[in-house]
């Protein structure tokens, strides 16, 4: 979406807005608090996060915080930011309260910070041993979730393996590692957990401009992590032979036309760098699948880069974004890694990492 269409959809910018509820109590509208600053951390790893700080909630003569009954640890949190009235704002984060603190400086008056996480926090917690006999890590997936209550959108990861085994991990370092050799992303939204390949593939869904709408940009190009081919090497045990799954230029995700990948850049300098893995596979597709997530994490150290725009809730993790006036080498469509979108009294500002296969 342009800059110009943006405008439009979001009234010119010139009203930003948000929407909290706890308990389903809108703090502004219904409970008639004053929200001093909102911030939303949005992230491929690990749980979201919220903050929000209500300023004078301070009774005096009573010595207490008004509302404080409303912000119990576990109460469930719905936010939602834009511009306009609360029909036009978009959903951010559905989670709980997992914070409360304050201070009580010598000069100035007392203030609320509440602070909590996405429905996706409790996957964090405790650590598990347990196994799953010929099962795909996607069955697997769709499995973990469900016993956290998250709503559950899984690709299929097409392997079947003997057994998966948990061993001493949460279930979201757990699931992690069986996304990471997918080459798959694992992030949560609201309620529910992605477990898929990257959208590196799809449309924009904003287009900025360096200084129309792109406030700052800072990308770094390093071939430092780069390799040629990948090599994973494995053993066939009733064959009694070795498995060697590749992966090599070409097989990187995102691949924009007419851009090269590190792999390729690298050829220009060394004539030949492959990485070489040993790992326990059971099947070629499976070594394949490895080579080309191990690429793939690599493929994605080639260019980085952060950044900050005017507020857009449509940037989030997991979408892609161009970016343009930043010269002919970094003007091009990046995927986003994080995003922290954060409405105050300045306005409402998102910040933004990214990172690229190719350049």
Same mark, same amino acid.
Not at 112 to 125: N, R
Not at 128 to 147: F, H, P, Q, Y
């Given at each position: 979406m342009e800059i110009t269409a943006l405008e439009e959809k979001h009234g010119s910018f010139y009203a930003p807005s948000f929407q909290i509820k706890v308990n389903g109590k809108d703090l502004l509208s219904s409970e008639k608090l004053e929200i001093a600053t909102v911030q939303i951390d949005n992230t491929l790893q690990g749980a979201d996060q919220f903050s929000f700080t209500i300023n004078g909630g301070f009774d005096f003569a009573?010595?207490?915080?008004?509302? @404080?009954? $409303?912000?119990?640890?576990?109460?469930? =949190?719905?936010?939602?930011?834009?511009? %306009?009235?609360?029909?036009? /704002?978009? @959903?951010? $984060?559905?989670?709980?309260?997992?914070? =409360?603190?304050?201070?009580?400086?010598? %000069?100035?008056?007392?203030? /609320?910070?509440?602070?909590?996480?996405?429905?996706?926090?409790?996957?964090?917690?405790?650590?598990?041993?347990?196994?799953?006999?010929?099962?795909?890590?996607?069955?697997?997936?769709?499995?973990?979730?469900?016993?956290?209550?998250?709503?559950?959108?899984?690709?299929?990861?097409?392997?079947?393996h003997p057994k998966i085994e948990q061993n001493q991990e949460t279930d979201r370092a757990f699931l992690e590692k069986l996304a990471k050799r997918n080459k798959f992303e694992l992030y949560s939204f609201s309620d529910e957990l992605y477990f898929r390949e990257p959208a590196s593939k799809e449309s924009e869904v904003v287009t900025l401009e360096w200084g129309k709408g792109l406030v700052s940009f800072s990308p770094e190009l390093n071939i430092a992590e780069q390799v040629s081919q990948v090599e994973v090497r494995g053993w066939n045990v009733n064959e009694k032979k070795a498995i060697v799954g590749t992966a090599k230029k070409g097989d990187e995700l995102g691949r924009d036309p007419g851009r090269k990948s590190g792999s390729e850049l690298l050829e220009t300098l060394c004539k030949s760098a492959v990485l070489r893995v040993r790992n326990p596979v059971y099947s070629q597709q499976e070594a394949d699948r490895i080579a080309k997530a191990i690429l793939k994490t690599r493929s994605e150290d080639l260019v980085k880069g952060s950044g900050e725009s005017i507020g857009l809730p449509e940037i989030r993790a997991d979408r892609n974004i161009k970016l343009l006036g930043l010269g002919k080498l970094f003007s091009k469509t990046y995927y986003v890694e994080q995003t922290t979108h954060t409405v105050s009294t300045s306005g409402y500002t998102t910040s933004f990492r990214v990172k690229e296969t190719t350049i």
């Open positions: 009573l010595r207490e915080f008004s509302h @404080l009954e $409303l912000f119990k640890i576990g109460a469930p =949190v719905e936010i939602r930011m834009g511009y %306009g009235d609360a029909k036009k /704002l978009q @959903l951010m $984060l559905r989670g709980f309260i997992t914070s =409360v603190k304050t201070s009580f400086p010598s %000069g100035g008056l007392p203030n /609320l910070v509440v602070s909590g996480y996405d429905s996706s926090y409790c996957m964090t917690k405790g650590k598990k041993s347990r196994n799953w006999e010929d099962k795909k890590d996607s069955d697997v997936a769709a499995l973990v979730a469900g016993e956290h209550n998250l709503k559950v959108t899984v690709q299929d990861s097409q392997v079947v």
